[in-house]
Structures are given as C-alpha cells and as structure tokens.
C-alpha cells in the first residue's frame, strides 16, 4: 500500500520546540502560589529515627509545613501497583521513621521558595539508632535475623517449569552472568505539581508518567480520595526508559497541597533521583543447560537471584516475567526456573528498559555464545540448530508467537554483516598485538503488550469537529520517542487527512478511559491497532452519510484530501466538514466514535545484532568500530524514529557492558558515585556508525501491519558487546562491567596461562 506517513521519516510531535528549548516540561510549570518542596533522607542504612528535630528548620523564613511520620498517612503501599485491586507486597510509607537505605524519606519541607525549602531540609538533625544491616542478598541469605519487614527478606517464586530436565540427556553445560546495578539517567528528572481545591475537594496532579491512572489509584488510596475528584495530566516526558513508570513523587506533592491548600511542587537533582527513586536490579544468574552432541539445547535450568533494595516494589513481578522471556527464541524441551528477589539495605530496584528481557537475554546468550566456543562451532550456525520455527508456542505462556521470522533475521544479519568474511579476517590478526578484534552477535525476540499474561485493551474516542478536523481521545503517554506522531499518522492515513489536522492529546484522566499505561511496548501495538480501527468505524460513517448526501451507493464512493467523492466523478463530492454540520443539523449529534480494543496475541519481534569490537591490551579500552541492527519490525511506521530508538539502545548497552554501575559502600551502604562526575556513561563519542535493516512482514493484527520495537532492540546489545570481547580476548567474561580494570586483570591471567 502507498502511504503518505506511515514508513517515511516523519519528524515526532514537538520535536521543534524540545530542539529550541521552548517546550514546557513539568519543572517549567509555575502557578500562582506554588510551594516548593524539599526532602529529607535517611544519612543510615538501616535504623529507627527516634527523633527529629525540626526548631532550626521551622524557623526559616519561608518554611510553610514540615511532613514528617506523624503528620502524614501511615498506610503502606506498593509504588509499583497500577490499579488498587492488584495483589503486590505493600511495604512503603510517604515518610518512615524505620529507614532501610541511604535515601529513605524521613521528612520533607514545604516553603514559599526552593532554596528556602533547601536551607530548612538541612537543618533538620535526625537521630537514628542503628540497626544490623545487610548490603547484598548473599549477606540477607546469610542473616536472616536482620529483617527489613519483620520477615524474611527474600521472596522465593514457585519454580517454573516443564519437561523433565534432571531425566534429560545430554552433556551438562554451567555458565555464571552477573548484572550491575544501574540508573537510568533520563535527561529530564523526576518532577511533580499537585494543588488541591479544598471547596470541591479536588486535587490535580501534573507528572512525567507513564501510568496517569497509576497514579491516581496511589494517591486515592493514600489519602482516601475518591477517584472522580483526582485528575492527573501526563506532561511531556523527557525520557524514561521506566524510571518513571513507578508512582514515588506524586503521592508526595499531593499529600502536600491537600495539607496546604496550595500548589505544591517537587523536583529532583541528580543526585537524589539515584539515591531515592529506583535502579535497575542487580542480578546474578547460573545457568545449566544440557546440550547434545548434535549440539541441540535440550533443556536449560536456571537460578537467578535479584537485589530489590530496601522494598520489594516490582521485583516480585520482575521475577517472574524473566521466567515467561526465556522461551520465545530457542526450542527447548527441559526447563527449570528458581526465583529469589531479595531485600536488602540499599536503593529500591524497579522498573528499566524491556522489563526483565535484556536480563534474560543476557544470561541466555552469553551461555549460548560460550557453549560455540568452548566446542569451536560458529555461533550463529548453533543458533540454527535450535531456533523456534514461525508459528511456535511460548512453553511458560502457551501463545502462538505468530510468523516470528528468527532464521530470516539471524540469516539477513550474517550475510548483511558479512560475518563469515569477518571471522577469516580476524583470524590472521596478530595474537599480541596491542590491539585486539572481536565480533559478537546475539538474536532476541520480545512482546507487543500484556495479552495473555492479563488483559489488555485501548479505549478510543475519535470526534471529528465540524470544519473536518479529528480529536483522537486515547490515553496515551509519550516518552520522547514519537508514540503520540506515530498515532497521528495511523488515524490520518486511514481518512486520509493531513496529520496536522488529527489531534491527540497526551494521558489525562478526566478525558480518557481507564488505561493499563505506557509499559510493556503496548503503546503502538495496542493502542494503534485501537486508533486504527476507530478512524475506519469513522470512514464507515462517513461513507454512510456520503451515500445520503451524494446519491450514490457505498461500493461507488472513495475518499481522500478530507472528503467523500464517487469514483470516477471527484467533482461530486461532500467534504468531511459538509458532513459534520449536516449531522449536528439533522438531529444526528457529534459525528463520534467510542471504540474498543482487545488484543489476542502478543507476537515479539525478531530481532539479530551484530558488531566488531576492537580492544586496546595497553589501556584495557574498549572501542565499538562496527554495529549492525536486523529487526523483523512488521511496518516501520516511522523508520527515523525506529533508527533512533537503535542508537540510544546502543548506548545504553555499551554502558552496561563497558563503564557504568552504581557503588554502593560495603560498609555503609551509602551510594560512592551518585553523580555524573563519578557515574560513567557511554557518550555520543563513542558511539560507531550504525547501520539498521527492517524486515517488514506486516503482522495481521499490528496496526497497519506494526509490531513493538522500543524495547525489543535493547534486548540483544549487551549479549553481542560480550561476546565481541570475549572473542578479541579469547576468554569467557560474563561479570559486567568489562571496565578497562576488568580487561587489564583477563589479559594478565591469559599470559599467566600461556607462561
């Protein structure tokens, strides 16, 4: 089909102002009488404050009210719960008086000014009695005395599995992955506004989220609130990458302006979004697969153990969606999952890029990449072996995982890349130079949305306004990257109308229904597919009228430039206008559509990735030279977005592999690098050239053929920068990051060996 938008490089919504610096985020926001608010966290990793002295901070000019324990709900929640009916370890208080990390709130002051609210926060003097803590799950497994919730402090998950793994032939295989804790480092931090108007008893929030219903349940339940008096508007988000898909400010500020009856805002630094918003999970994993001499995977058992910081949040969750993403790229009749998500005395992990899918990506690759090497076969030839043909069932969650292209992927990657070419290059390389190369690939698939792990749905309400313009109602929350553009252009592709004429507003709950939020690569998929059948029940309505008003029968008329016309005839014609006041004019209303959506597959993307990596033996560096990005995307409906989306996972991945993690005191538990200066990234520098190929098979039940991909090119990155390395250096390295440390310390052990 020739479309006007959809697969051509469309510039995303607001890029103009996010570019001149015009746009207002939330931390923009200034209205009348505004406080501002400023926590106060916990200098100790585990104690009871038995006292907080508040005299010197009261007596600032400016300080309006202090929240502390006693003056605020004491009611637990879960910042991870969506909707209020959900079952998930309710452990969190707005402010506690039993701290568990450096950085649990203790207090906060609300003043007339930030740096009012600044100087009083630090003149509150807290006294603490210390209590045992425990830093890693090993020293939790070890001490199960030191409780963090008067209970144990790992969570162990049922076992999954299937099949028969321990009666299962073949050579038994142990690799070992270790992931670092990490931060997310969305360029724009953590912001919130609420004010509260006591007559009416309502309350507004404004947030970066991506759950306004979300967080409307968490403040309704904290503050008994009923639901239909608390609107929250999603503002516009300067990237996530689920940092802020867990409700933790919001609550905050709205407690805040219900006890002032005044607006209130809340903006992080830097420095506090590390130390008391959420990380990514550090997680150890072992893996046992057993492999035949044909080398088939014949089953795998694995143990993965993840550190939730100080409460379980969405760990629990976390787990278990790990075990669901282990079965979608190989055939594997044997498996065995082993769960434990454990509490520990340092900053809360939650929510990151691909929830759970580059963790199990990671610890699966890596074992299949040194399983190929340690037998001297190719890598990708092993992956032949055992890759899921189309049309394939999940063993976990018993789907069809529909035409997932996996061998066309990993095939157009190989000859793309020119893989084998690259491996008789580097064969002849010298052994001791100073610089060593390696290539590295990995292939991974992952989900469009929740279905069947629980339902999902998109509720649409299209409207078209009497001069032929379209207001899209859909609850949609746009991270940076072009969800609300990429709507846009489905529905103006199928009334073919200008996409300046199609409007959308962003995730507010006083006009959109009850959404599940952005997470889960849903947004597209789901809410797209919603979009796109909406704008054709429109079409349908419109060609009806078209019948009315031009006398001439359905199967004659066509549309197109915001009109209905019959074929053949374009001079007999009703604009879309014409046909909007001829509704309100005869008695027949708004000229709208309600629609709803509900998805019943959930088919992943295919998705290879392959790179050259070169390594510096002197300095321990690790330098990307080549990068390419193979993914069966159905329709790319904005393939320079999609580009863009490959570049951040990429530089995401590199700082996985290469330099960044969160250090954490071994003896006080306090975070050592909670700052840009000391938290290494990966940076634009860095970056190779890289060069992205679609395969597009569009997917029957993808809106205009799409599937996800936000999140799906994240997933093999880490694996293929590993295996790159490991490659150059001949080695089997698995614990990131590969700092240059790392490196130097495996290339002394290699000429130990070779002496």
């Not at 967080?215 to 639901?227: F, K, Y």
């Amino acid at each position: 089909m020739d479309y006007k938008y959809i697969g051509k490089d469309t510039p995303i919504e607001n890029s103009i102002a996010k570019a001149t610096g015009t746009l207002q985020y939330c931390g923009d926001m200034m209205l009348p009488r505004m406080a501002y608010m400023k926590l106060v966290l916990s200098p100790v990793a585990h104690g009871i404050v038995s006292g907080i002295d508040l005299e010197k901070a009261q007596a600032v000019p400016g300080v309006l009210a202090i929240l502390t324990p006693d003056n605020t709900p004491d009611m637990a929640y879960n910042r991870g719960r969506v909707r209020t009916n959900e079952k998930a370890p309710d452990q969190e208080q707005l402010f506690t008086r039993h701290v568990r990390f450096v950085g649990d709130r203790v207090a906060a002051v609300v003043a007339e000014t930030q740096e009012a609210a600044k100087k009083a926060a630090a003149l509150i003097q807290l006294q603490i009695q210390p209590l045992p803590a425990v830093f890693t799950p090993d020293q939790a497994l070890a001490n199960p005395g030191i409780q963090l919730h008067g209970q144990d402090s790992a969570i162990t998950f049922p076992r999954v599995s299937w099949g028969d793994y321990d009666g299962a032939p073949g050579q038994e295989f142990l690799h070992h992955t270790s992931m670092q804790r990490i931060t997310h480092v969305a360029m724009e931090t953590h912001c919130a506004v609420a004010s509260y108007d006591a007559p009416q008893g309502r309350m507004t929030v404004w947030t970066p989220t991506q759950s306004v219903f979300g967080v409307r349940s968490a403040i309704c339940s904290l503050l008994g609130l009923p639901m239909n008096r608390v609107r929250v508007i999603k503002t516009p988000m300067g990237g996530s990458f689920g940092c802020k898909q867990e409700m933790i400010l919001e609550p905050l500020v709205a407690c805040a302006a219900k006890m002032l009856g005044r607006p209130v805002k809340l903006q992080l630094d830097r420095r506090e979004v590390v130390l008391c918003t959420i990380l990514k999970h550090p997680i150890e994993s072992t893996i046992r697969a057993k492999i035949n001499q044909e080398n088939k995977l014949i089953g795998i058992n694995l143990d993965v153990t993840l550190d939730a910081g100080a409460y379980q949040g969405v760990s629990p969750d976390y787990a278990q969606t790990m075990a669901k993403k282990l079965s979608w790229v190989y055939d594997i009749d044997h498996m065995v999952y082993n769960a434990k998500s454990v509490c520990t005395n340092t900053p809360v992990s939650g929510s990151y890029r691909g929830w759970g899918g580059p963790e199990s990506s990671l610890l699966l690759e890596n074992m299949m990449n040194a399983w190929a090497k340690k037998q001297g076969i190719d890598p990708i030839d092993f992956r032949e072996k055992n890759i899921l043909p189309p049309f394939s069932h999940g063993k976990v969650i018993c789907y069809n995982l529909g035409s997932l292209p996996l061998r066309e992927t990993l095939q157009t990657g190989r000859k793309r890349f020119g893989w084998d070419q690259r491996k008789e290059r580097l064969k002849k390389q010298e052994k001791n130079g100073r610089f060593l190369r390696g290539i590295g690939m990995a292939l991974t698939t992952h989900t469009s949305g929740y279905f069947p792990r629980k339902l999902d749905w998109g509720t649409v309400i299209l409207k078209m306004e009497e001069d032929g313009t379209v207001q899209i109602n859909v609850c949609v929350h746009d991270h940076g990257c072009g969800e609300v553009t990429a709507l846009k252009s489905i529905a103006a592709e199928v009334l073919a109308l200008p996409l300046e004429w199609i409007e959308l507003p962003e995730a507010d709950t006083a006009y959109n229904a009850l959404d599940n939020g952005c997470y889960t690569s849903r947004s597209i998929y789901v809410l797209g597919r919603a979009v796109e059948e909406a704008a054709q029940k429109l079409l349908q309505e419109l060609y009806g009228y078209g019948y009315v008003l031009l006398h001439a029968p359905e199967t004659e008329l066509d549309h197109g430039e915001g009109r209905i016309f019959v074929k053949g005839q374009p001079e007999r014609c009703c604009t879309y206008s014409e046909i909007a006041y001829y509704c309100s004019d005869h008695g027949k209303g708004a000229l709208m559509i309600k629609h709803d959506y509900f998805p019943t597959t959930n088919p992943g993307p295919a998705a290879a990735h392959f790179c050259e990596v070169e390594v510096d033996t002197k300095t321990g560096q690790c330098r990307v030279i080549d990068y390419l990005a193979v993914h069966d995307v159905g329709k790319a409906l904005n393939p320079a977005a999609c580009r863009g989306q490959v570049g951040s996972a990429l530089q995401q991945g590199m700082g996985i592999v290469f330099c960044e993690k969160i250090e954490i005191d071994e003896k006080t538990g306090a975070v050592k690098n909670a700052d840009m200066q000391h938290y290494h990234l990966a940076r634009a520098a860095d970056i190779p050239a890289i060069e992205v190929v679609f395969l597009e098979q569009p997917d029957e039940k993808g809106p205009v053929g799409a599937k996800s991909f936000g999140e799906a090119c994240c997933l093999p990155v880490a694996p293929a920068l590993v295996a790159a390395v490991n490659d150059a250096l001949d080695a089997d390295l698995s614990e990131l990051p590969l700092t240059p440390a790392r490196i130097l310390q495996e290339i002394a052990k290699r000429k130990a060996n070779e002496n």
